[in-house]
Every structure is written in C-alpha cells, then in structure tokens.
C-alpha cells in the first residue's frame, strides 16, 4: 500500500443526518460496493461526505480522530467495550465480515451463513418498517 497517496475520510449519514459510519478510502465507488455488500446497514445510507488527504496516512489519523470524537453508529471502535457482542443467531466472525472474501477454503460455508443471518436480519427490519408504517423507500 502507499501511504503518500491521497485518501478521502468519508463519513455517512442516515435520512435524520444521524452519523452512522466513518471510514477511509482512496477508491469510493470501490468502497461502496464493498460496503452494499457486507454491511447489514448499508439500506440506511442516504447521504455521504468525503474530505481529500493529500496522504493516506493524514487520512488514517483524521479517521482515528473522528471515530473517536463524532462517535458513529456502527464503526465497531466506537463502542464501549471496543468488541461488540453479536445479537444471537449471527454466526461467529473472529476475523471479520471480509474473510468471506479471502480466504478461499471458508467461502462457501462462511458466505451461506452470513448471508442466512443477513436476510434473517433484513426480514426483521422490513417486518418493523411495516408495523410502524414506515412507508420510505428501500
């Protein structure tokens, strides 16, 4: 990686302009489509801003700074005990949502149950949207 190339912080945002991730990247349209397809949250984003770095590794402490202070939603390092614990059902993760996509022996399995505990979730949510009548789009 070369960390004299610029990077962008993005920050993301909810329809209520609540802050619900904090990142960085160099490659937005990259990032996003990592993000459509890992993230269970991703359906709330509405709206996203990005501020330039001349270096990554200016971008990388401005992130640090931010999640630290802004305290987004869903950055796992912004919660208290700085490991969050999983709802139940949600199958284990000890490296992470994107191992699905590195290591090729644990794909398939890996990928059933998450993208099982995925749906699971996404059906939960809808079924809440209907009860309260939230007629917004998807």
């Known amino acids: 990686m070369d960390y004299e190339q610029p990077a962008?912080?993005?920050?993301?945002?909810?329809?209520?302009?609540?802050?619900?991730?904090?990142?960085m990247t160099r490659n937005e349209a990259s990032r996003w489509r990592d993000h459509r397809k890992e993230?269970?949250?991703w359906r709330e984003?509405?709206?996203?801003h990005l501020t330039w770095y001349d270096t990554r590794w200016q971008?990388?402490?401005a992130e640090r700074h931010a999640i630290k202070t802004e305290g987004p939603r869903?950055?796992?390092?912004?919660?208290?005990?700085?490991?969050?614990?999983?709802?139940?059902?949600?199958?284990?993760?000890?490296?992470?949502?994107?191992?699905?996509?590195?290591?090729?022996?644990?794909?398939?399995?890996?990928?059933?149950?998450?993208?099982?505990w995925r749906l699971t979730l996404q059906d939960a949510l809808e079924t809440l949207r209907e009860?309260?009548?939230?007629?917004r789009p998807e």
């Open 74 to 116: 869903y950055n796992k390092s912004s919660w208290p005990n700085m490991a969050p614990q999983l709802p139940a059902g949600v199958p284990p993760q000890p490296h992470g949502a994107r191992i699905a996509y590195q290591h090729r022996e644990t794909r398939g399995g890996y990928r059933i149950q998450w993208y099982q």
């Open 59 to 61: 971008a990388w402490e």
């Open 45 to 48: 984003v509405v709206s996203k």
């Open 131 to 135: 009860q309260r009548g939230d007629t």
């Open 8 to 23: 962008a912080v993005y920050r993301l945002y909810d329809a209520d302009g609540a802050l619900l991730y904090i990142g």
């Open 39 to 41: 993230m269970f949250w």
